[in-house]
């Protein structure tokens, strides 16, 4: 029984896509191991967002082969599929497999030595995807689910389109029988994830969309506790808002890539809304849905973002009724337009932004949580035992309970009794369910 490890670098996407190629590896027979461990195998499954996490895929390419010099190296993930050669150069690398190769990784590697190392087609090509099925989601009390994958939007600084080809989404029926599956297997709460949520359904046909899609789900109310990813600021509809402050399945929770707050950088950018816009969303979701946690992408140092502009970001996000902040400082993407553009920002002045973006994303995040001292809120018990357990609460907040012996199960009431820098911390008032 061959041992193999495998690692996951990037999105939630790349996570389901992982969790995949477990639960079909241990149906062939091998033996998964952790990562840290010695293998015969180690996969790793890359993301390749920046050169940041290039450097860091080549580290993991290093530390496999320290664990075991004898162990065969398989490289996928989105780094392999925009820099095949690159990767099949790499020493101790034994097999590049492609996004869309991925799939049939445990066929690949029952070949001993395959017939060709790098496994990586054309997936600007694909014009549809599968739905990933999953028996189990190991570790995780929260499922994840793939309905939709690639991109159409070419925004200027991201490689990502080339990486995962074409938008294409999971057919209707069956994102509404994987929810079900999951709930059948005692999940309570299901995450909805894609590279581009919002663009859901419209490669269908009939064309759908992620609106159709989640007013079927509720109706159905197939899982108690439905989550939505992130969702670009145009596609946030009013038939979107309307449902989310009424229907007691989708989870209170939306992340909004703002990635600027001038109007000149979005430009640059290639997005397609304004800053104006952008507030008009956030404002109405907040009066619509009044505790819903909403967050935010924002780049630090895009190309020729002056003082100004970086300063109307800052005033934009402060004055808006969000919970926190995704910051990214901008690095250079070879083989994006944002990578040739004039007016690189010094890395220095990059770092120092992003530093105050983060602070501010402190200060939302504590604002956010006081509002919940002393209320009583829903939430999902994840993981531990004995006098402190962590939970999650629908508008996505992090809960430590205290004093839970034995530990709870499912569902419960907590009562919020502290803040911390991270989460909340609370005590159990009442079972909600199991």
């Known amino acids: 029984m061959q041992r193999v490890a495998i690692t996951t670098l990037g999105c939630k996407i790349n996570q389901f896509e992982s969790a995949a190629m477990t639960e079909s590896l241990g149906r062939e027979g091998f033996r998964l191991v952790p990562f840290e461990d ?26 496999a082969m320290r664990r075991n010099p004898a162990a065969r190296v398989v490289v996928t993930g989105c780094y392999a599929q925009v820099a095949p050669d690159a990767v099949g150069e790499l020493p101790g690398v034994s097999l590049v497999v492609g996004n869309s190769e991925k799939k049939g990784i445990a066929g690949l590697l029952r070949d001993a030595v395959p017939a060709e190392k790098i496994l990586v087609s054309d997936i600007s090509r694909q014009r549809t995807v599968e739905a990933l099925g999953l028996e189990s989601f190991a570790e995780h009390t929260r499922a994840f689910l793939q309905v939709q994958n690639g991109c159409d939007a070419f925004c200027s600084y991201c490689i990502v389109p080339h990486a995962r080809g074409r938008s294409r989404s999971v057919p209707f029926r069956d994102v509404l029988e994987g929810i079900g599956t999951f709930a059948y297997q005692g999940f309570r709460e299901v995450v909805l994830t894609g590279i581009h949520l919002g663009a859901y359904g419209a490669d269908l046909e009939p064309p759908a969309s992620l609106l159709d899609l989640l007013e079927a789900a509720d109706a159905e109310a197939l899982v108690p506790r439905l989550r939505v990813g992130s969702v670009e600021p145009h596609e946030i509809s009013d038939g979107l808002i309307a449902l989310m402050a009424r229907s007691p399945v989708i989870c209170p929770h939306l992340h909004i890539p703002l990635q600027s707050g001038s109007d000149s950088v979005l430009e640059r950018m290639n997005r397609r809304y304004t800053a104006a816009f952008f507030r008009e969303r956030v404002e109405r979701l907040a009066a619509a849905v009044p505790d819903i946690c909403i967050g935010c992408d924002v780049i630090a140092g895009f190309p020729g973002e002056t003082d100004e502009e970086f300063a109307a970001t800052l005033a934009l996000l402060e004055g808006l009724p969000i919970a926190h902040l995704h910051v990214f400082p901008f690095s250079r993407r070879e083989g994006t337009p944002a990578a040739r553009m004039p007016g690189q920002v010094d890395g220095k002045i990059v770092r120092e932004r992003a530093e105050v973006l983060r602070a501010l994303s402190d200060r939302k995040r504590e604002t956010f949580h006081r509002r919940f001292m002393g209320r ?55 079972p909600v369910r199991k």
Do not use: F, H, Q, W
């Not at 992090?398 to 569902?411: D, K, M, Q």
């Open 38 to 63: 010695e293998a015969d195998i180690y996969v790793i499954n890359t993301c390749t967002v920046t050169a940041r996490t290039d450097a860091e895929s080549r580290r993991l390419i290093r530390r």
């Open 376 to 430: 009583d809120l829903p939430v999902l018990v994840l993981n531990g035992r004995g006098k402190e357990v962590t939970g999650l609460s629908r508008n996505y907040i992090t809960v430590r309970i205290e004093a839970v012996t034995p530990p709870p199960e499912g569902e419960v009431m907590v009562r919020i009794t502290g803040v911390e820098a991270d989460g909340v911390r609370g005590i159990i008032s009442e």
